[in-house]
């Protein structure tokens, strides 16, 4: 190869370095490419993109948020371990199976109650503690009419002598999927006008969606029957 053709292929070689992320031992530069340098000069600049299109680049990993390492064990091929801890967040802790039901006062008339998830058809004992308004007083359950047999009250107790702080225990029936809400609504002993309501919340996984795990305070009692068709009954010999 004369010199002048070597100069070029040098020069096409610095200026693709500059422009293009490769390194040169990546690069093949064949027979044909170097006559052709030495022919065509500037005009081999397209082939010799093509070339280096060709080429693997190296991609840098995505940067992914690791887990807190703190102590577990980590065998390595050399036979020796090493120790760490993986660390969860907080807030992961509240989905737990021991966790229990969230009461939440809105305001002095009203109270949530999350119960977390419960299967369709089933039949729950619920129980949890709530604190009740001062003004309030002693407290009673209000009767409906006609009344929610999805819902019942089994007991409703002050927990301490003062009354402020009360225990319900209640029997709740899952009766539909998806999202499932209850309303129970207590009144003041001393003027039934001033009641405080406890809504429910749940989420009710179907038939065959898996079983839940059930918050502390809720158990399950029984299981409904699914109804049987009429075409399904036995008719008998004629």
């Not at 081999?44 to 390492?69: D, F, G, M, R, S």
């Not at 801890?85 to 109270?111: M, R, T």
């Not at 089994?154 to 998806?178: F, H, N, Q």
Request: proline letters at 6%; one cysteine or more.
């Amino acid at each position: 190869m004369c010199r002048m053709c070597g100069a070029q292929e040098e020069t096409i070689k610095h200026v693709i370095l500059r422009s293009w992320p490769l390194r040169l031992d990546e690069m093949h530069w064949s027979n044909k490419l170097q006559e052709e340098a030495a022919d065509a000069g500037e005009m081999l600049w397209p082939e010799i993109t093509k070339v280096a299109l060709l080429q693997p680049t190296h991609i840098p990993a995505q940067t992914v948020p690791a887990l807190t390492l703190e102590e577990s064990t980590m065998e390595v091929d050399s036979g020796t371990s090493v120790s760490h801890k993986v660390h969860f967040p907080d807030s992961l802790d509240s989905f737990g199976h021991d966790s229990g039901i969230v009461v939440q006062p809105l305001n002095e008339v009203l109270i949530n109650a999350h119960l977390g998830f419960i299967q369709v058809k089933h039949r729950y004992e619920v129980r949890f503690q709530f604190d009740s308004p001062p003004h309030l007083g002693s407290l009673s359950v209000r009767t409906h009419d006609p009344p929610n047999f999805n819902l019942r009250v089994l007991e409703l107790k002050p927990v301490i002598s003062t009354g402020l702080r009360y225990e319900v225990v209640l029997e709740l029936l899952a009766y539909k999927e998806k999202l499932l809400r209850e309303q129970l609504v207590l009144q003041s002993c001393s003027n039934p006008l001033l009641t405080l309501t406890l809504v429910l919340n749940a989420r009710v996984l179907g038939k065959g969606k898996g079983t839940p795990f059930l918050k502390t305070g809720i158990h399950c009692i029984g299981v409904e029957m699914e109804e049987e068709s009429d075409q399904s009954d036995w008719q008998g010999f004629d």
